[in-house]
């Protein structure tokens, strides 16, 4: 069975004190209860080392939200995937529309960062989704597929079983608006398939894909129950710990 998954992206927020101690609630609740989800908590860079010492000998994973696309060198201000790796941190997301977004990272951009991320030895949550014109003018499963072609398609299959895909249509991140579990099934269905042309069955079959984009306890649960759907990548509902908690819970 492939591995399901539930990730906080907890975006530009909180500051040091006030993570450390939420990723130990986290941990503390996560340590006495089973789930059938990996539950990874993606923090801005300042807190990654702390919280993975915090969750070390918990269930819980840490992972950031970015990294970049150099090994090493005068890039002022850069983090890069082996310092992040140092951290204790196993994870990264990849690709995020904010970033493609208010940072301008392109697919070729996105694409470097990845294989220097896996050559590191980190694990991808790579995001991909449309924006709310393309979804109208019925060109979201284009966009989608050339997102996935340019970002991920040169990876070798031994690298590809690194990757978590991360389906976030755009118009429904922090919006409130949320895809139909429907939509999401049949988007996820879609990328499912490319993958299979592209890496076969198997690579397919074990390929953990996340539904991202205004996921709260009111809805994870049936969006979850969709076939293609292996868990979510949440945001604002991942700062709250009873909030998160529940979406966990509803895998
Ligand atoms: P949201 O964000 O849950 O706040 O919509 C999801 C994300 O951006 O990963």
């Given at each position: 069975?492939?591995?399901k998954?539930v990730?906080?992206?907890?975006?530009?927020?909180?500051?040091?004190d006030?993570?450390?101690?939420?990723?130990?609630t986290?941990?503390t609740?996560?340590k006495?209860k089973?789930?059938?989800?990996?539950?990874i908590l993606?923090t801005?860079?300042?807190?990654?080392?702390?919280?993975s010492?915090?969750?070390?000998?918990?269930?819980?994973i840490?992972g950031?939200?970015?990294?970049?696309?150099e090994?090493s060198?005068?890039?002022?201000?850069e983090?890069?995937?082996?310092?992040?790796?140092s951290t204790?941190?196993?994870?990264?997301?990849?690709g995020h529309?904010?970033?493609r977004?208010y940072y301008?990272?392109?697919?070729k951009?996105?694409?470097k960062?990845?294989?220097l991320?896996?050559?590191?030895?980190?694990?991808?949550?790579?995001?991909?989704?449309?924006?709310?014109q393309?979804r109208?003018?019925?060109?979201?499963?284009?966009?989608?597929?050339?997102?996935?072609?340019?970002g991920?398609?040169?990876?070798?299959s031994?690298?590809?079983?690194?990757?978590?895909?991360?389906?976030?249509?755009?118009?429904?991140?922090g919006?409130?608006?949320?895809?139909?579990?429907e939509?999401?099934?049949?988007?996820?269905?879609?990328?499912?398939?490319?993958?299979n042309?592209?890496?076969?069955?198997?690579?397919a079959?074990?390929?953990?894909?996340l539904?991202?984009?205004?996921c709260?306890?009111?809805?994870a649960a049936?969006?979850?129950s969709?076939p293609?759907?292996?868990?979510?990548?949440i945001?604002?509902?991942?700062?709250?710990k009873?909030?998160?908690?529940?979406?966990?819970?509803?895998?």
């Amino acid at each position: 069975m492939r591995k399901k998954i539930v990730a906080g992206n907890w975006k530009m927020n909180m500051n040091l004190d006030e993570g450390l101690k939420f990723a130990e609630t986290i941990n503390t609740y996560f340590k006495t209860k089973a789930s059938v989800a990996e539950v990874i908590l993606c923090t801005p860079f300042i807190h990654l080392a702390g919280v993975s010492t915090i969750v070390s000998k918990g269930k819980v994973i840490c992972g950031a939200q970015n990294c970049a696309s150099e090994p090493s060198g005068a890039f002022t201000g850069e983090v890069s995937p082996s310092m992040i790796k140092s951290t204790g941190a196993q994870y990264v997301i990849i690709g995020h529309s904010e970033r493609r977004t208010y940072y301008n990272e392109d697919d070729k951009l996105l694409n470097k960062k990845t294989l220097l991320a896996l050559a590191s030895g980190l694990k991808v949550i790579f995001c991909c989704g449309e924006v709310k014109q393309e979804r109208e003018s019925g060109t979201h499963f284009k966009v989608v597929k050339k997102q996935l072609e340019e970002g991920l398609f040169n990876l070798p299959s031994e690298d590809f079983k690194k990757i978590a895909i991360a389906y976030e249509p755009v118009w429904a991140i922090g919006t409130g608006l949320t895809a139909t579990p429907e939509q999401a099934q049949e988007m996820h269905k879609y990328i499912r398939d490319l993958v299979n042309e592209k890496y076969g069955n198997d690579c397919a079959m074990n390929l953990t894909i996340l539904y991202g984009g205004s996921c709260k306890p009111t809805n994870a649960a049936e969006i979850f129950s969709k076939p293609d759907v292996d868990g979510g990548l949440i945001g604002g509902a991942s700062l709250k710990k009873e909030d998160f908690v529940a979406i966990v819970e509803a895998i």
